[in-house]
């Protein structure tokens, strides 16, 4: 069992959160010594769910219908595995358009590296488009989709 505190450092969250998370009802079974909350593993594996599914890009209020299908049990199967596989596929968009993001960071630490190298672009722009080194070319195509 932990306490508050201990589980508001687990998860960098304030302490505040975590009492807005048991008022909103995601702790359903959290135990109480008089106004003290003790989190046990069942409190951590919801609070792991939740940022899951924060960081996937749900609000609140989307979270807070998962709990409540939690609570319906097996009848809610199906409408679980749906929010996670929709999940999963914004996660994968989100993680395609950072990896183009990524690609022509790195392009572009590139090209600047070796115009200070050359002293100007004359170089890289007769490259360009379609001349470039087999790796730099790899991140250029993929960062110009």
């Known amino acids: ?25 995601f702790f359903p079974q959290l135990v109480r010594n008089g106004n003290i909350r003790y989190f046990s593993d069942t409190e951590l594996e919801a609070l792991h769910v939740i940022e899951c599914l924060k960081s996937s890009g749900l609000e609140i209020k989307e979270i807070k219908q998962f709990f409540h299908w939690v609570m319906e ?15 999963r596929a914004a996660v994968l968009a989100e993680m395609a358009r950072l990896e183009k993001t990524l690609a022509m960071l790195e392009f572009k630490c590139w090209y600047y590296d070796r115009a200070i190298q050359d002293g100007n672009e004359d170089s890289i722009n007769s490259m360009l488009p379609h001349n470039l080194p087999k790796d730099i070319q790899a991140l250029y195509d993929k960062a110009h989709k």
């Open 73 to 87: 049990g097996p009848a809610s199967y199906p409408d679980r595995k749906q929010l996670f596989e929709t999940r």
């Open 1 to 25: 069992m932990y306490t508050i505190g201990q589980v508001s450092e687990m998860f960098h969250l304030p302490i505040s959160t975590l009492r807005y998370y048991d008022k909103e009802g």
